[in-house]
């Protein structure tokens, strides 16, 4: 439970230490030229927007509003794609490609996967409220009949309708 809360503090704070890690890697690591940091001038933005945006999928979900925890599938396709994240910003020679290809595939699982289970998540509760629903608007069954007997025994006579 320790790791599924802490992700769920870490998820907007990443959206912002993540991207400047990219800017702090190209100048620690990449001996490229001026075009690859225009590149990530492009870069970091859009990748602040994709984190938000994802982060805020998982954050409409009202079980990880109540329990301050995300799923274990959100910890590891975040944690997955967080990753690929940082080992781009070490700019590897021949590695960062397959970084960035890694990295977008994983934003498109992770954005799938949240919005597939904030909706999985807002079906069973509206279905669970329609039933309540449907329970207390269904009609009263009147009293059962009860027959006395002259011994001062009890005899009930028990009329099963269904109600619909």
Known sequence: MFIR????????????VLPAWLLIGWAAFNQGSGWSF???????PILFVAM?????????RRSVRERR???????????LWHLTIIGFGFF??????????????????TF???VWELLRETRMRVQ?????????????????????????????IEER???R
Request: with cysteine; net charge negative.
């Open 38 to 44: 225009l590149g990530l001038l492009v870069l970091c």
């Open 161 to 163: 309708r269904d109600v």
């Open 69 to 79: 925890a995300v799923s274990w599938w959100d910890v590891l396709l975040f944690g």
């Open 52 to 60: 938000l945006v994802a982060s805020g999928i998982v954050m409409a």
């Open 112 to 114: 799938w996967v949240a």
């Open 128 to 156: 669970a409220t329609f039933a309540a629903y449907e329970r207390a608007a269904r009609p009263q069954v009147p009293a059962e009949p009860v027959v006395t007997v002259d011994d001062g025994e009890y005899i009930v």
């Open 5 to 16: 809360k802490a992700f769920y503090w870490w998820l907007f704070p990443a959206a912002v």
């Open 92 to 109: 590897v020679p021949g590695a960062t490609g397959w970084f960035a290809v890694l990295g977008i595939m994983l934003f498109v699982a």
